[in-house]
């Protein structure tokens, strides 16, 4: 059985004094859930996250890094300065990184070395834009980034991958992809790690739903045979709203 993971993903938002109210708020509501849960924190956000959800079961992890461990990359952030001050996980190829910022199959590649060379779980994002899936390729779109993303990676790393399935058009955008949906998506990431891995290790690998996930749509989706928990951007900034998610399986 595979555990369920929920992550938030707060991408640019939340000062620390708001994280830190958040995070009081928030843990209480969760301590008892057996799901992994996971707080993605801006970087300026991260050292104030680690230390307020000391003696409860919420992880942190940061939303990108360079590949790197150090050099002349102004601006940019390390794993290892990341693993140094506790960061458990890190998003990875998350589209608007992708979309944004010029990330691509072969840096999101790199980085997921970076992370596992660093000891840090890296959640890696695939998904199509709303043209591909008008397109009708959807499957070839993901498989493909799924293959690029995991190339060259050991079996152990890949089953210590978490792959999140996030459609482009459905991110805060109100539009969910239907369980049955993203759930025969997830399938067919899955049979791709399979071809490459073996069925030991695809069955292993958690993979997420990311998309518009609210309280009120999260247990259809995460009771899905193969949807291992979901990547929550916007849902996620509230306590209350993020806490009725994690707890709605
Ligand atoms: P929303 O939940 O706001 O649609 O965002 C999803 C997402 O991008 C999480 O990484």
Same mark, same amino acid.
């Given at each position: 059985?595979?555990?369920?993971?929920?992550? @938030?993903?707060?991408?640019?938002?939340?000062?620390? +004094?708001?994280?830190?109210?958040?995070?009081?708020?928030?843990?209480?509501?969760?301590?008892?859930?057996?799901?992994?849960?996971?707080?993605? *924190?801006? !970087?300026? %956000?991260?050292?104030?996250?680690?230390?307020?959800?000391?003696?409860?079961?919420?992880?942190? @992890?940061? $939303?990108?890094?360079?590949?790197?461990?150090?050099?002349? !990359?102004?601006?940019?952030?390390?794993? /290892?300065? =990341?693993?140094?001050?506790?960061?458990?996980? *890190?998003?990875?190829?998350?589209?608007?990184?992708? $979309? !944004?910022?010029?990330?691509?199959?072969?840096?999101?590649? /790199?980085?997921?070395?970076?992370?596992?060379?660093?000891? =840090?779980?890296?959640?890696?994002? *695939?998904?199509?834009? =709303?043209?591909?899936?008008?397109?009708?390729?959807?499957? $070839?779109?993901?498989?493909?980034?799924?293959?690029?993303?995991? #190339?060259?990676?050991?079996?152990?790393?890949?089953?210590?991958?978490?792959?999140? !399935?996030?459609?482009?058009?459905?991110?805060?955008?109100?539009?969910?992809?239907?369980? #049955? %949906?993203?759930? +025969?998506?997830?399938?067919?990431?899955?049979?791709?790690?399979?071809?490459?891995? @073996?069925? %030991?290790?695809?069955?292993?690998?958690?993979? $997420?739903?990311?998309?518009?996930?609210?309280?009120?749509?999260?247990?259809?989706?995460?009771?899905?045979?193969?949807? %291992?928990?979901? =990547?929550? @951007?916007?849902?996620?900034?509230?306590?209350?709203?993020?806490?009725?998610?994690?707890?709605?399986?």
């Amino acid at each position: 059985m595979r555990k369920k993971v929920i992550a @938030g993903n707060w991408k640019m938002n939340m000062l620390p +004094n708001e994280a830190i109210s958040f995070i009081e708020e928030f843990a209480p509501l969760v301590k008892d859930t057996q799901n992994e849960v996971i707080l993605c *924190v801006p !970087y300026t %956000d991260l050292f104030y996250a680690l230390l307020s959800v000391q003696n409860t079961n919420i992880k942190i @992890g940061a $939303q990108n890094m360079h590949w790197e461990e150090k050099g002349a !990359y102004t601006g940019e952030v390390s794993p /290892k300065m =990341l693993k140094t001050i506790g960061v458990e996980y *890190v998003i990875i190829g998350h589209s608007e990184r992708r $979309q !944004y910022f010029n990330e691509t199959d072969e840096t999101v590649n /790199k980085k997921i070395k970076a992370a596992f060379e660093n000891e =840090l779980k890296p959640i890696v994002c *695939v998904g199509e834009t =709303l043209e591909e899936r008008e397109k009708g390729i959807t499957s $070839q779109i993901i498989t493909s980034q799924t293959r690029l993303a995991l #190339d060259g990676l050991t079996a152990e790393q890949v089953k210590n991958t978490i792959i999140a !399935y996030e459609p482009i058009w459905a991110i805060g955008t109100g539009k969910t992809a239907t369980s #049955d %949906d993203a759930n +025969n998506t997830i399938k067919e990431i899955r049979k791709e790690i399979e071809k490459i891995y @073996g069925k %030991d290790v695809a069955e292993c690998v958690i993979i $997420q739903y990311g998309g518009s996930v609210k309280s009120v749509n999260a247990k259809e989706l995460f009771t899905m045979s193969d949807i %291992d928990g979901g =990547l929550v @951007g916007g849902a996620s900034l509230k306590p209350e709203e993020f806490a009725n998610i994690v707890k709605s399986v």
